[in-house]
């Protein structure tokens, strides 16, 4: 099968809060990711979210402990073995800019090619 991604992934387990977007959860929900590019990330959570579900997800980058917080569309779920957890891929619609540069800084870092226009 070929690799359907646009954009480089690394896989790393960052922690996760999905945020509420409207009353039903009055705080963010814990998850973490899997794998993570600057288009997506394959997160893992305990809350069911439908497939075209638009969340707000708030991720701590494991390497620099930056917080960065970024809208995302669900486009995939699989139920985990057993039921008590739920795997989504999520592409993010990026809007804030200094959020989509900590991510680009983050990612490439971690093979040491930052591009010279964004270090």
Known sequence: MANKRKEERIIERNN???LPTHARKPTGINAYTHDIS???ARIYTKELFDVGSLIKIQIEL??????????GLVKW????EGGDWFELG??????????ILC???HIYQQEGK???TVA
Not at 62 to 71: F, M, P, Q, R, Y
């Open 77 to 80: 779920l699989t139920v985990q």
């Open 38 to 40: 600057l288009g997506g």
């Open 90 to 99: 999520v592409e993010f619609r990026h809007k804030i800019s200094n959020s």
């Open 62 to 71: 494991v390497g620099t402990k930056e917080l960065i917080t970024l809208d």
């Open 114 to 116: 930052i591009p010279a």
């Open 103 to 105: 991510l680009i800084k």
């Open 16 to 18: 996760v809060s999905i």
